[in-house]
């Protein structure tokens, strides 16, 4: 089978695309014939060691695939060869088969598309994990986030808007801003050129944002907690903008607030019954069409370098996919 490895730490172009072996399942594995994968700013750290897990190399990045399941392990009853299916593995997506862990493979009608699908795992995943389990958030509270255009952003976005939040999507251009109107936000802040704690306290009527969901990290971190209300939630869930920023811990205390970590693979790992539970409803929401991952653009696994810079260029709107 055909499979992009990373064979030594570097940037994009230093991956190839090579022919290996295919894969046999271990006792509690399936084997999936890919057919797309997911692209997610993680892929772009794991390739370069600065992810907070790195396999054994060589190996393949992707961690959210879609396809058909080619073969099952002993221990694996809830699943079939032929079966259509959505997964989270972690790594080793963008080749043209990978293994996943049983428990974290879910069925996927045939309403939904495997590029669909693909481009879901992992954004939709990791939000509805924030939002619900280390959130709580409530119908009526104001959710705050940033990075809003990005692919776990504009999952944020829908599933507040599904648990009945008011949105304030955040982002650094209004072509951004103006694409998180469209998928259902009720506020912008451009953070490129507003002040983005004045902004969040004015369009909160000076109450504060009741939780923040936070992938960019870097300078934008600090503004956005003093602009939490009291008792807010702060969601620490990745640094897109690269640095991981130093938090003054008396605002904590002055806010009455938490700062809670969000680590969806940490979470399907350790309570994968938690997260099947999460699946099924955001695959209702799917079907019923209550939210939608945006596709921004598809690429071959031959232009992965190509489609891995596009991605940190910042300029995706949604999610890349790549089609084996």
Not at 4 to 17: A, H, N, R, W
Not at 48 to 70: C, L, R, T, W
Not at 230 to 253: D, H, Q
């Given at each position: ?20 072996d ?9 084997i ?6 997911g ?18 190399m060589?190996?393949?990045?992707g ?14 009853n ?5 079966d ?29 598309s ?75 802040i ?19 944002v ?30 897109a ?84």
């Amino acid at each position: 089978m055909k499979a992009v490895l990373c064979e030594s730490y570097g940037p994009p172009e230093s991956l190839v695309v090579k022919e290996i072996d295919s894969l046999v399942p271990l006792d509690d594995e399936v084997i999936i014939v890919v057919k797309a994968t997911g692209l997610n700013f993680p892929d772009t750290l794991i390739i370069e060691g600065k992810y907070q897990f790195q396999p054994e190399m060589p190996f393949s990045p992707g961690g959210e695939v879609a396809g058909i399941v080619k073969s099952i392990g002993a221990k694996v009853n809830h699943l079939k060869v032929g079966d259509r299916v959505m997964a989270g593995t972690g790594w080793g997506g963008f080749a043209e088969e990978v293994r996943g862990k049983a428990s974290n493979v879910f069925q996927i009608p045939k309403s939904i598309s495997f590029v669909q699908a693909a481009s879901t795992m992992m954004t939709f995943g990791t939000s509805y994990h924030a939002l619900v389990n280390r959130a709580d958030i409530q119908s009526g509270e104001t959710l705050l986030v940033l990075g809003a255009a990005g692919g776990v952003g504009t999952a944020a976005i829908q599933i507040g808007k599904a648990l009945g939040a008011t949105v304030i999507a955040a982002a650094s251009s209004d072509d951004k801003l103006d694409y998180c109107l469209s998928i259902g936000a009720d506020y912008t802040i451009n953070y490129s050129n507003e002040d983005l704690k004045s902004q969040a306290k004015a369009l909160t009527g000076g109450k504060g944002v009741d939780v923040i969901y936070d992938p960019v990290g870097d300078r934008y971190t600090e503004p956005a907690l003093r602009a939490i209300a009291w008792k807010g939630r702060y969601l620490v869930v990745g640094f897109a903008a690269g640095e991981i920023p130093k938090i003054p811990l008396n605002l904590a205390l002055l806010k009455g607030c938490s700062i809670v970590g969000v680590f969806w693979g940490g979470f399907f790992r350790n309570e994968p019954q938690s997260n099947a539970v999460n699946f099924k409803k955001i695959v209702e929401w799917l079907e019923a069409g209550k939210v939608k991952s945006v596709v921004h653009k598809e690429y071959p696994l031959e232009e992965v370098a190509k489609a891995m810079y596009e991605l940190t260029q910042k300029k995706v709107k949604g999610k890349i996919v790549l089609v084996p």
